[in-house]
């Protein structure tokens, strides 16, 4: 796969009017947070990308198209507070999970299962990153004092088979480029009748840019045609400024740019503190040796045990669950082995105070209740969990019994016993609280100080 990428790179970045050499290690003019040129007009390819990302023709009404879910005026989340978005044919048909963001994809490896701690992973770069010229950006920090998250974790995983990586809260497809048929064919997002739907159309609305840009075979060519099609849809995320723009207030702090306020600063030590919040040792948080931003996730699988979300038409069906890798939407090797199944793809954490529904199903709506979730699930689970017809606290509801001992109660803040003190008290949940918002992009530096002097 790396090859075939590599190989179609070399004249697109011709295309692109960018040095080999520059693009191939990601040198830009003037160093930028994630290594990539943000000045560089988008290629010619790239442009295809955006014309396909904003078109509701590519959908089975003509009415929806990336956009609608994957909204850019919200960092490609969607503008509504819904937890799972409406598709289809009539656009009624809801889906079964929350909508991401598709800011800040571009460095996601393929999906792995190993042995290899993150340190050593990041030494590798994905595929998608050597094809871009986008320098690892997630890679954790090379140097980790003894009490940090992040080291506590790495030790943790290395001693595991940890999944990692890939597209979608289950990590089914590996890369931006072979994801982009799926919304297209899925019966709760575009709806398109099948591939080859998909293929008229954009041979009738797209023929003639995609033979200029990948010659006329790709036009016979069904396959070569979908194929070049990703590729195009993943070029403009990863050349588009705005997927990947390092401008929020913790990017300006951590480039010495900017000042927590107090809370703010105590939100980061208890984010960062194993026996506290210890959000960094999944959310990693810090900048590496060679200067790249952190991404807030170091894309392993968890679960978490976030409990069921009525909100969610499938789940009136009390025999229907979503287990992440182990379905309903992943079928192959790894969806049959019971100790993925109830595992998630940790998120990143940036811009996540502009979501309006958290985790995989969308179950929460403000920021402290997630993080309330963290620290009272075992230590108060009458507060978090439903109870059944009895009386009885079900914990854990959204997994099926069977699969609950894959819940991670092992590392903080989720290795609280019942009636034990929650990991953060109502005061720390409110400081953490408030440092996930510095992690929205838009941070204007001038502004701010000019508040400060006030
Ligand atoms: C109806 C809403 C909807 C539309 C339209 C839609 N998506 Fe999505 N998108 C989703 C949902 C829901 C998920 C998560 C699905 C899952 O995890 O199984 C997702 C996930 C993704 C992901 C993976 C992100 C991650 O965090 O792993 C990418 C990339 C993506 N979409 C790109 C696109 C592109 C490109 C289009 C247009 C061709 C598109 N989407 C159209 C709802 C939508
Ligand atoms: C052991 C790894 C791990 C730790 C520790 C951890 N998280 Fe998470 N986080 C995850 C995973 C995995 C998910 C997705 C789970 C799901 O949807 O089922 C997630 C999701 C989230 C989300 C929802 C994001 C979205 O886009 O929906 C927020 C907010 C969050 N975490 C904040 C925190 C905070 C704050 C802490 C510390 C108090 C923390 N996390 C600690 C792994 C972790």
Redesign the pocket.
């Known amino acids: 796969m790396p090859l075939q990428i590599n190989h179609r790179l070399l004249p697109l970045l011709a295309l692109a009017g960018l040095s080999l050499a520059g693009a191939a290690v990601g040198v830009a003019s003037e160093p930028t947070a994630n290594g990539y040129d943000e000045q560089a007009p988008l290629s010619a390819v790239a442009q295809l990308g955006k014309k396909l990302f904003f078109d509701p023709s590519l959908s089975g009404n003509g009415q929806m198209s990336c956009a609608s879910c994957h909204d850019p005026a919200n960092h490609y989340a969607p503008a509504n507070g819904l937890a799972v978005q409406l598709g289809g044919l009539h656009l009624d048909q809801p889906g079964i999970r929350?909508v991401?963001?598709l800011a800040y994809k571009t460095s996601t490896p393929s999906f792995s299962i190993g042995e290899e701690s993150a340190a050593d992973e990041a030494a590798e770069a994905s595929p998608m990153t050597e094809a871009s010229g986008v320098a690892l950006a997630n890679a954790p920090a090379s140097v980790a004092g003894p009490l940090t998250?992040q080291a506590v974790?790495a030790d943790a995983a290395a001693a595991n088979l940890v999944p990692r990586g890939g597209m979608f809260?289950d990590g089914r497809i590996d890369s931006l480029e072979e994801q982009a048929l799926q919304p297209m064919i899925s019966p709760f997002e575009m709806a398109n009748a099948d591939v080859a739907t998909v293929y008229a159309k954009l041979k009738k609305g797209y023929g003639k840019d995609i033979s200029a840009l990948f010659g006329d075979n790709v036009l016979n060519d069904r396959d070569m045609m979908i194929s070049e099609i990703g590729f195009a849809l993943a070029r403009y995320q990863i050349e588009e400024p705005s997927f990947h723009p390092y401008t929020s207030k913790y990017d300006y702090y951590l480039r010495g740019k900017a000042v927590l306020t107090d809370t703010e600063a105590r939100g980061l030590k208890l984010?960062d503190d194993a026996n506290k919040?210890?959000?960094a040792?999944?959310?990693l948080d810090k900048m590496t040796g060679d200067g790249q931003m952190p991404n807030f996730t170091d894309f392993?699988?968890?679960a978490?045990g976030?409990p069921r979300n009525p909100a969610i038409p499938a789940n009136a069906d009390a025999h229907y669950y979503d287990t992440?890798i182990c379905g309903p939407l992943r079928n192959d090797t790894y969806s049959v082995q019971q100790q993925n199944c109830g595992l998630?793809?940790?998120?990143t954490?940036r811009n996540?105070a502009t979501?309006h529904?958290?985790?995989?199903?969308g179950v929460y709506r403000t920021?402290e209740d997630?993080?309330r979730f963290?620290?009272k699930r075992d230590t108060n689970p009458e507060e978090i969990y439903p109870k059944d017809a009895s009386g009885k606290v079900v914990k854990y509801d959204d997994l099926p019994p069977q699969y609950r001992a894959n819940i991670?109660i092992i590392?903080?803040?989720?290795n609280r016993k019942l009636g034990d003190a929650p990991a953060?008290s109502d005061a720390e949940i409110a400081d953490?609280v408030a440092f996930?918002r510095t992690l929205s992009d838009g941070y204007d530096p001038a502004k701010d100080s000019v508040k400060a002097a006030r």
């Open positions: 929350a991401p963001s998250a974790k809260w984010f919040g210890n959000c040792s999944c959310h392993e699988f968890e978490l976030v992440g998630f793809k940790t998120p954490l996540v979501r529904v958290f985790f995989h199903n920021l997630v993080t963290y620290v991670d590392d903080a803040p989720m953060l953490v996930l």
